[in-house]
């Protein structure tokens, strides 16, 4: 009798994966393990054994393992990866921005659109406006549509309420989608994504009112892990995201930030100094910042889709790495400045665009993702110890997911050693 969580993958082309417990910077972002002809043995959810088929057989055999409780796949000519960790997200929404990417195409600026108040704020509308039921709707389409591209952890960031009843139900429909859907959704709380119209003006007071009347409740009922804050030039200037971020980590809510998106403002020297768990963006950091970063040990998570999406220049991850930063890479999937879940878009433009190399790719989308949600001891690898969260590609090779310029090559997704995508069985659907 079959065991939930209990699987063998065996015969697979390679295993590839990167190694340790928490994020890899610098230069030994390249260094993958590739296993050919790989095994890997998950057992009640966790992985045992990672190795060559004959001896991840051999040892199970020899421990007296029952393999009539496993379910066996064999993944001769496939590539087998760690779950993908998409560590940036603002994923429950209410409406869409179809009509501003128009505008955007004829030249009209995201942050414009912004001051106007649209941007953000015409997603805080609908957002404030749709109920929890018609949250967790989309939220669940998105994320089954995240899992089919290999994601089996998301970041979620609320920030499209700005009050206090919003915040909440957006970061509640987080924790029942993260019960519900088998993709684990980390949450985090970004109540100071903009300043909402009660407030306009006044960003100083609209802190004072997250750290008083939001933070206490969203740390006190343990609704997010994290506090983020867009940092930037008309929205949260540094010293007020210093203040907000620290007071949102004395009640215990990790430091994250939006960090030089739109303009140099030393996003990425506040995220050393406080030490921040991860600092994203980064198309303006200065050289200074990225040295500090790198010093303070906080990921760089890079997100070249909304770079592409704005028409902007790209974070330079080439020199980030070079300059000993962990990068993790992620999709920002948002309806305004990216309306992409994409990961192999993703991927292919930190190859051709940032010069990222197929490996260090791999690592930013698995082991240093799982970083930048705090989570690298129990997944972002395949070894021994972690969550069975991996990917089976239909391809034999890890390079193929920058190579196979915006597709898929993700044949089956496992979570907890569960199979919970297959692309062969159910034309894209989930199981
Ligand atoms: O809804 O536009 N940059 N926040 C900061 C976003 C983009 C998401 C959005
Ligand atoms: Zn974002």
Redesign the pocket.
């Known amino acids: 009798m079959k065991k939930d969580g209990n699987i063998i993958i065996i015969n697979a082309a390679e295993i590839a994966t990167p190694r340790g417990r928490s994020a890899r910077a610098g230069a030994s972002m390249a260094a993958l393990e590739v296993i050919p002809d790989g095994a890997v043995a998950v057992e009640g959810g966790t992985i045992t054994r990672v190795g060559p088929t004959a001896q991840v057989m051999a040892e199970l055999r020899a421990a007296g393992a029952d393999l009539s409780t496993y379910e066996t796949i064999d993944a001769a000519g496939r590539a087998v990866l760690p779950g993908f960790v998409d560590s940036h997200t603002?994923l429950v929404f209410g409406g869409y921005r179809a009509e501003e990417y128009a505008w955007r195409l004829k030249g009209v600026s995201?942050m414009d659109i912004l001051q106007r108040g649209g941007?953000?704020l015409s997603?805080v509308r609908a957002t404030r406006a749709a109920s929890a039921e018609e949250l967790f709707a989309l939220g669940r389409r998105r994320l089954d549509s995240m899992l089919a591209f290999g994601v089996t952890t998301v970041e979620g960031k609320s920030g499209y309420g700005l009050d206090r009843e919003t915040e909440i139900r957006q970061l509640e429909v987080m924790a029942a989608l993260d019960r519900a859907h088998p993709v684990d959704v980390v949450p985090t709380f970004m109540g100071a994504?903009a300043v909402p119209p009660e407030y306009k003006g006044r960003a100083d007071e609209f802190v004072d009112f997250l750290l008083a009347e939001v933070v206490p409740e969203v740390a006190g009922r343990k609704l997010a892990e994290f506090c983020d804050v867009?940092c930037e030039q008309g929205v949260f200037s540094v010293a007020q995201s210093r203040r907000l971020l620290a007071g949102a980590a004395a009640a215990g809510l990790r430091p994250k930030l939006?960090a030089d998106?739109i303009v140099p403002l030393g996003g990425a020297e506040l995220a050393a100094e406080i030490g921040a768990v991860s600092a994203d963006h980064l198309l303006h950091a200065s050289d200074e910042g990225l040295r500090r970063m790198a010093a303070a040990g906080v990921v760089a998570t890079l997100l070249p889709t909304?770079a592409f999406s704005l028409r902007e220049p790209y974070a330079r991850g080439r020199a980030m790495i070079d300059a000993g930063c962990a990068v993790a890479l992620a999709t920002?999937f948002?309806?305004?400045?990216?309306f992409s879940e994409s990961i192999p878009l993703a991927a292919a433009l930190a190859a051709l665009c940032m010069q990222l190399s197929p490996e260090e790719i791999v690592t930013a989308l698995t082991l240093n993702g799982a970083a930048a949600v705090g989570r690298a001891e129990r997944i972002g690898s395949l070894e021994p110890g972690k969550l069975g969260d991996l990917v089976i590609l239909e391809h034999p090779s890890y390079r193929f997911i920058p190579y196979h310029l915006g597709v898929s090559t993700v044949e089956k997704v496992i979570k907890r050693g569960g199979v919970v995508f297959d692309n062969l069985n159910h034309g894209g659907t989930r199981c």
């Open positions: 603002h995201y941007g953000i997603t994504h867009f939006h998106e909304t920002d948002n309806p305004g400045s990216c």
